[in-house]
């Protein structure tokens, strides 16, 4: 009858084996239990000085369309600026950007992000773009605070205050719509980005 062979560290197999599980249990739980601060306050800051500036280069604008345009721009640009800033906080820190607490914040993020999209064709199918600020802020905020379940008080807050925006431009006069939209993805991108940068490094 064959003798099981030690491991290579001098463990007996099933010794060795069960420590390797136990390790490895204890780093996803560690995962699990870390919050993902990789989000970038000066990133965060970044998109709301943009946003101040789309704002009213929207309302200047002769059609509904144009308007649209104007913000469709800025989410793209405020997209582009907040993965650039989580890439560049992930690597400073060396914390992975898309595994453990990271990849759980992209994959709460999405959903809302992708739902808002939709809804955005289907209310200007409609005729009812007036109804687009109240979503976008809404959609936006729930994103953020789906996402903030997997990172820091700050950003869960962040999402209830655009989630609250949201509510004020949906239930408010059609004419606040834009400077609803100036108020929540300028002003508290501004404001929550600056706290998480003082917190949370950068």
Known sequence: MATPQPSPS???PALHARAMDNLRYIRETMERATPFTAVSGWGEVAIG????????????QPTRERWIAVW????????TIASAGMVWKSRAAGIPFLL?????????????????AILTVALYRAG??????????????????????????????????????GTVAL????????AVM???????????GAVIARRYGG
């Not at 809404?138 to 990172?151: I, P």
């Not at 239930?171 to 834009?178: E, K």
């Not at 100036?182 to 929550?192: D, E, K, R, T, W």
């Open 72 to 79: 469709l721009v800025e989410a793209a640009l405020s997209l």
């Open 10 to 12: 001098g463990e007996p």
């Open 128 to 165: 009812v773009p007036a109804l687009l600020p109240g979503t976008w802020l809404a959609m936006y905020g729930t994103a953020v605070t789906a996402g903030g379940a997997y990172s820091v008080r700050s950003v869960i807050a962040m999402g209830l205050s655009f989630l609250l925006a």
């Open 100 to 116: 453990g607490p990271g990849r759980k914040f992209a994959l709460s993020f999405a959903p809302p992000i992708v739902i808002g």
């Open 171 to 178: 239930l408010g006069p059609a004419a606040w719509g834009n």
């Open 49 to 60: 000085l943009t946003a101040l500036v789309a704002a009213p280069l929207a309302a200047s």
């Open 182 to 192: 100036a108020a929540g993805f300028g002003g508290l991108h501004i404001v929550f």
